[in-house]
T-cell receptor
Framework: GIQVEQSPPDLILQEGANSTLRCNFS?????LQWFHQNPWGQLINLFY???GTKQNGRLSATTVATERYSLLYISSSQTTDSGVYFC??????????FGTGTSLTVIP | DTEVTQTPKHLVMGMTNKKSLKCEQH?????MYWYKQKAKKPPELMFV???????INESVPSRFSPECPNSSLLNLHLHALQPEDSALYLC????????????FGAGSRLTVL
């Protein structure tokens, strides 16, 4: 299956700071998604971004499919951004593989 | 609010009990998934149903038995579980396969005593 690696594993930010999370994947993909898991376990889809750049408020994501990586940018972080961020990519079937996640803590 | 509904939110069961987790979506999605997530780990795929047929079983023990009664419902029947099966069980759906967006439910947190 596809190998998906994320960095950094843990990140602590002061409120208002910016950050970049990285996702590397081992094979070509036609689908790459970023999720935020809140402290209660709910996984929220942030971006569906197989290639290119998308922005949604303070968040943006870029996927460079030819180089097999994706980046998630968080600007002006808030305490509500805390949680775990996962990227996920499928193989040729329905098997979505999740990265190991980045645990983000934003302190006031 | 999530568009994938999972019940119950919490379940405590003994090793000899039989229980079921339920998942429902009304988005017209034709692929549905069960994931298992242990603390501080990523979700791990268990089963995939595509057009109401089991298409992927990731070598899950038979004490977990999935069922897809129709295109909107997905069940996970639990029997003779072990304490190490305690985890967050997540249901997801997507339009069909591959290049589609996964939408997750809020999860069912299972504790096996």
């Amino acid at each position: 299956g596809i190998q998906v690696e994320q960095s950094p594993p843990d990140l602590i930010l002061q409120e208002g700071a910016n950050s970049t999370l990285r996702c590397n994947f081992s094979d070509s993909v036609n689908n790459l998604q970023w999720f935020h898991q809140n402290p209660w376990g709910q996984l929220i889809n942030l971006f569906y971004i197989p290639s290119g750049t998308k922005q949604n408020g303070r968040l943006s994501a870029t996927t460079v499919a030819t180089e097999r990586y994706s980046l998630l940018y968080i600007s002006s972080s808030q305490t509500t951004d805390s949680g775990v961020y996962f990227c996920a990519a499928p193989n040729t079937g329905n098997q979505f593989y999740f990265g190991t996640g980045t645990s983000l803590t934003v302190i006031p | 609010d999530t568009e994938v509904t999972q019940t119950p939110k919490h379940l405590v069961m003994g090793m000899t009990n039989k229980k079921s987790l339920k998942c429902e979506q009304h988005m017209g999605h034709r692929a549905m998934y069960w994931y298992k997530q242990k603390a501080k780990k990523p979700p791990e795929l268990m089963f995939v149903y595509s057009y109401e047929k089991l298409s992927i079983n990731e070598s899950v023990p038979s004490r977990f038995s999935p069922e897809c009664p129709n295109s909107s419902l997905l069940n996970l029947h639990l029997h003779a579980l072990q304490p190490e099966d305690s985890a967050l069980y997540l249901c997801a759906s997507s339009r069909s396969s591959g290049a589609n967006v996964l939408t997750f439910g809020a999860g069912s947190r299972l504790t096996v005593l």
